[in-house]
C-alpha cells in the first residue's frame, strides 16, 4: 500500500475539510482491515485525538464511539447483557484478541464488509449511525447509499431496551471470515431476522419477519414457513468459502433455531 502522507486531525471538522478535498483522502480508523479495500492514498486521516472511543451507557441508549476497539465492545458489561449479549459474541469471533485490540467499531462499519458479522446483529438491534454532517442515519439507509462514504461516522447508537437475542456464525475455523451469519431478536412483541455473507452484506429479512410477527400461533409449520421466506428474499452465491446451496441449507436451519430460541422470551 502506497500512502503520501498521515495527519492527526486536531477536530471533526478539520477531518471533514481533509476527507473531502481528496477523493484519496481516507479516514482510517484502528486500520486492520484498510488494506482489503484501499491500494493507494493521498492522505490517512487519524481520528486518535478525538475521543471517540467510549462507550456511553443511559436508561435510554448505548453509545458506542466510532473509536471504540471491537475487544472493548466484547468486554464491556452492559453490552454482554444487551439482547443475551448477541453483539458481544459476535465480535468475540472476529479474528484473534489481537485483531478486537486494534480493529474499530467504525472502520468495521464505514468497511461495510460483505463477511462481517456485525451487520446482522445492528439490523436486529435499534441501531443508528450518527455522522457529523448528515446526523442520525438509520443503518439500512447507510448500507444501500454511497452518499455516506464522504463523512465521518462519531458514534453508533443502539437503543437500551430488554429483549431476547441468537447470533450464529458459521466458518470453516474460528479465525477464518463467515461462510454464513444469522442474528435473530424478540423485543416488544416483534422479531427480527437478518443473514449476512451469503455471501453479500446483510439484510433485514422483512418477507420472513412479516410472516412471523403476523401469524397467531408461533409452531414447527410456520416457523419451517418463516425459513422458507427466507431463501424467497435473500439471495445466495457461491465463493471459495461455500456453495450457495450450503448457504441456503445453513440459513434454513440456523433461522429456525433463532426463531425458537427468541420466542420464549415475554417483551
Known amino acids: 500500500m502506497k500512502v503520501s502522507e498521515y495527519v492527526k486531525a486536531k477536530s471533526l471538522d478539520e477531518a471533514y475539510e481533509l476527507l473531502i478535498e481528496n477523493k484519496k483522502n481516507y479516514i482510517i480508523a484502528g486500520g486492520a482491515w484498510i488494506k482489503l479495500s484501499i491500494k493507494t ?5 487519524s481520528l486518535e485525538d478525538l475521543n471517540l472511543g467510549k462507550i456511553v451507557v443511559s436508561d435510554s441508549y448505548i453509545e458506542i464511539g466510532a473509536l471504540t476497539t471491537l475487544r472493548q465492545i466484547e468486554t464491556n458489561e452492559v453490552i454482554k447483557k444487551l439482547y443475551d449479549g448477541i453483539l ?4 468475540s469471533n472476529i479474528m484473534g484478541i489481537n485483531i478486537r485490540n ?4 467504525g472502520g468495521s462499519v ?3 464488509f460483505s463477511f462481517s458479522d456485525i451487520f446482522p446483529v445492528l439490523e436486529v438491534l435499534e441501531t443508528k449511525l450518527v455522522f457529523h454532517k448528515q446526523g442520525e ?3 439500512v439507509d447507510f448500507l444501500s447509499n454511497p452518499k455516506f462514504d464522504k463523512d ?7 437503543k437500551n431496551q430488554k429483549g431476547k437475542g441468537f447470533f450464529k456464525k458459521v466458518a470453516t475455523t474460528p479465525l477464518d471470515f463467515s461462510i454464513l451469519n444469522i442474528a435473530c431478536s424478540k423485543a416488544n412483541n416483534l422479531i427480527k431476522i437478518s443473514v ?3 455471501p453479500y452484506i446483510a439484510k433485514p429479512c422483512l418477507l420472513a419477519m412479516n410472516y412471523i410477527n403476523s401469524v397467531k400461533t408461533i409452531n414447527e409449520e410456520t416457523i419451517t414457513k418463516c425459513s422458507n421466506y427466507i431463501l424467497e428474499e435473500v439471495k445466495f452465491s457461491n465463493n471459495n468459502r461455500g456453495s450457495k446451496e450450503y448457504r441456503e441449507e445453513l440459513a434454513k436451519v440456523y433461522v429456525a433455531r433463532g426463531i425458537k430460541q427468541v420466542i420464549n422470551y415475554e417483551g
Do not use: D, N, P, Y
Open 41 to 45: 492514498a493521498e492522505k490517512f486521516i
Open 88 to 91: 458481544s459474541q459476535a465480535v
Open 102 to 105: 486494534i480493529a474499530t467499531l
Open 110 to 112: 464505514m468497511g461495510k
Open 137 to 139: 442515519v438509520a443503518l
Open 152 to 158: 465521518i461516522l462519531v458514534k453508533i447508537r443502539i
Open 196 to 198: 449476512g455473507s451469503t
